[in-house]
Nanobody, 121 residues
Framework: QVQLVESGGGLVQDGGSLRLSCTAS????????MAWFRQAPGKEREFVAA???????YYADSVKGRFAISRDNAKNTVYLRMNSLKPEDTAVYYC???????????????WGQGTQVTVSS
């Protein structure tokens, strides 16, 4: 069993930056593809970014060039650096581990509780 705990969300102005962290329990973190998803009110959960066990990153087109995903296996932590934030980035951001149907679909075995990111205009 893997538990994921996100942190780093908050309120930021348009154009600002935040860094989200997701720390996992357990000793198998380094084997998992990790991902970030987000869900805005009234919308479906959507893919933001993923990073493979070999540290290859993948991004949604909407965040490419603004967000950066990274991982530190020694700390069992995955990060999401978010720059040039826009009001449309406002959502609850979820960390996920171990996809079951490709990294872009919201089918992962483990999920965090989410952290709120609000970008004010």
């Amino acid at each position: 069993q893997v538990q994921l705990v996100e942190s780093g969300g908050g309120l930021v102005q348009d154009g600002g930056s935040l860094r989200l962290s997701c720390t996992a329990s357990g000793r198998t973190f380094s084997r998992y593809t990790m991902a970030w998803f987000r869900q805005a009110p009234g919308k479906e959960r959507e893919f933001v970014a993923a990073i493979s066990a070999s540290a290859t990153p993948y991004y949604a087109d909407s965040v490419k060039g603004r967000f950066a995903i990274s991982r530190d296996n020694a700390k069992n932590t995955v990060y999401l650096r978010m720059n040039s934030l826009k009001p449309e980035d406002t959502a609850v951001y979820y960390c996920a581990a171990d996809p079951t149907n490709g990294y872009r679909t919201a089918r992962y075995n483990y999920w965090g509780q989410g952290t709120q990111v609000t970008v004010s205009s």
